[in-house]
């Protein structure tokens, strides 16, 4: 499966973003869907995770609350809705899929995607 991040930019303190997460040649219903992020000098790190149904997500403490994950399998597409952005959340976003239950590792995942920068300005 190929998928393709986007939606990232400059936004401002308390602002939000919405990034999508587009899917070809498989149908992403079979994948439970991650994002993860890495900031500039640092590791890359869990941020969500929904699964292939939709019926549950799980997020990183530094996120909760303020972010959101969904997905629209006919539209073969993730979202990550990021509300009230802090400047810490500052880095390049990837989404991934895996077949793997309740995935919240980069090595748990198959498929990855291609970055989309979201920079938040203080």
């Known amino acids: 499966v190929q998928l393709q991040a986007y939606g990232g930019g400059l936004a401002q303190t308390g602002g939000s973003l919405r990034l999508s997460c587009a899917a070809s040649?498989?149908?992403?219903?079979?994948?439970?869907m991650g994002w993860f992020r890495q900031a500039p000098g640092k590791e890359r790190e869990f941020v969500a995770v929904i699964s292939w149904s939709g019926g549950y997500t799980y997020y990183a403490d530094s996120v909760k609350g303020r972010f959101a994950i969904s997905r629209d399998n006919a539209k073969n597409t993730v979202y990550l809705q990021m509300n009230s952005l802090k400047p810490e959340d500052t880095a390049v976003y990837y989404c991934a899929a895996s077949s793997r239950m309740l995935p919240t590792k980069s090595a748990e995942y198959d498929y990855w995607g291609q970055g989309t920068e979201v920079t938040v300005s203080s």
């Open positions: 040649g498989r149908m992403l219903s079979r994948y439970n």
